[in-house]
């Protein structure tokens, strides 16, 4: 609630029941293995890196600075500008060679008299981070139907973690905690980026996992990242498509073998890219927010990625408990749309909540301990 709503204004409870699609989650988890030590809910990971960045809340900012809700000629859109190259591409986005387009107020002005349908269409063709604004059109189902590859397994799985940032980490993280052995594989000289933020963060989300750098331009490295893969009960991978194939990596073929692939992307489409912050506006959350509050604004911190992270590690876990293998393909944008239905607060209801939360004075739920050494938020 920290994170969400105006800048200038009180913080805000979100209309969907993220919180409780995140405990339900958890509480899966933990019946499934009683006997390990979990987070204390799902809530917990949805605001930890927040709380460990000390992020605000920024209306129609992102919390961490980096996403704004724009509005253009027909609606509104989310562009995020989190890497330096993606201001390089404005000018051709935005079809405006003149404009001084160094921060938001301009480029607010210069996507003003766009269309959302040709704005779109272009930063997908550019490689940027960009959504629409629109309600949240979860699907079916969200997890496939898997077929039985082994009996029922007597022994914790290997799982190979070929993911970054916080979605697919989260994901290994948890399995780790569920007892599986998990390794980490790094490009190296593309390394997590993840790194170079907080460090606290990052430790909470691959401390436990065993640690591997590759050069992935070395045919020799390349083939013992292939002999890696080939070992692996569960997959975690992000990646697009095409990169898998530069690396020799035959998802289809990993499968077939009996394998547990989970490929997480931003959206449904593989080749489209997105970060936590505009996917879970495509995944309605913004639009949700508009009809609870009047005005489509964020809702906490790139909430997608622990969202995605949480019903990743459910659905390799219920996989591998029951002999099944399959490709588990999961987006940020369609997790949130899925999360979404949870639970959808009408306005009297809303505004219960929106009371219940002002008027609760408790602490907030402690912060997870490194578990190899320091204490909450350990590391910088």
């Not at 509480?27 to 204390?40: C, G, N, T, V």
């Not at 997590?192 to 640690?211: E, M, Q, T, V, W």
């Amino acid at each position: 609630m920290a994170v969400t709503g105006r800048a200038d204004g009180p913080a805000l409870v979100c209309p969907a029941a993220l919180a409780s699609a995140a405990d339900g989650v958890m509480m899966a988890l933990r019946a499934i293995a009683p006997d390990k030590s979990w987070p204390l809910n799902g809530a917990l990971l949805l605001g930890e890196r927040a709380r460990l960045l000390g992020l605000t809340r920024g209306g129609r900012l992102s919390a961490n600075r980096s996403c704004r809700l724009i509005r253009v000629a027909d609606g509104e859109v989310a562009l995020n500008l989190a890497r330096e190259a993606d201001r390089d591409l404005l000018p051709i986005l935005l079809a405006d060679h003149k404009a001084d387009l160094s921060d938001w107020a301009a480029i607010e002005r210069a996507a003003a008299g766009c269309d959302s349908g040709t704005l779109l269409a272009r930063g997908i063709e550019m490689n940027m981070a960009i959504a629409a604004v629109v309600p949240p059109c979860p699907p079916a189902r969200l997890f496939p139907i898997l077929r039985s590859a082994r009996a029922a397994p007597d022994r914790p799985p290997l799982v190979v973690d070929l993911s970054s940032l916080w979605a697919g980490p989260l994901c290994g993280s948890l399995l780790a905690l569920a007892g599986a052995q998990v390794i980490k594989v790094e490009s190296r000289t593309r390394l997590d980026g993840a790194r170079f933020g907080h460090g606290g963060f990052y430790d909470l989300l691959n401390a436990d996992k065993a640690s591997v750098t590759l050069d992935f331009h070395d045919a020799a490295d390349r083939g013992a990242l292939a002999a890696l893969v080939a070992q692996a009960d569960i997959v975690i991978e992000a990646s697009r498509p095409r990169a898998l194939r530069q690396l020799g990596i035959d998802r289809d073929a990993e499968v077939a073998r009996g394998a547990i692939w989970i490929g997480i992307t931003a959206h449904d489409d593989p080749d489209r890219i997105g970060f936590g912050d505009d996917a879970v506006v495509a995944g309605g959350l913004a639009a949700i927010m508009a009809e609870g509050w009047g005005e489509a604004l964020f809702a906490g911190d790139a909430i997608a990625d622990p969202l995605t992270g949480l019903h990743a590690a459910l659905a390799a876990l219920v996989a591998w408990r029951q002999g099944q293998a399959g490709l588990i393909a999961l987006s940020l944008a369609g997790t949130t749309a899925f999360a979404c239905h949870a639970g959808l607060a009408s306005p009297a209801l809303l505004r219960d909540w929106q009371a219940q939360a002002q008027a609760d004075d408790a602490p907030l739920y402690p912060l997870r301990a490194c578990r190899h050494g320091g204490g909450a938020g350990c590391g910088q």
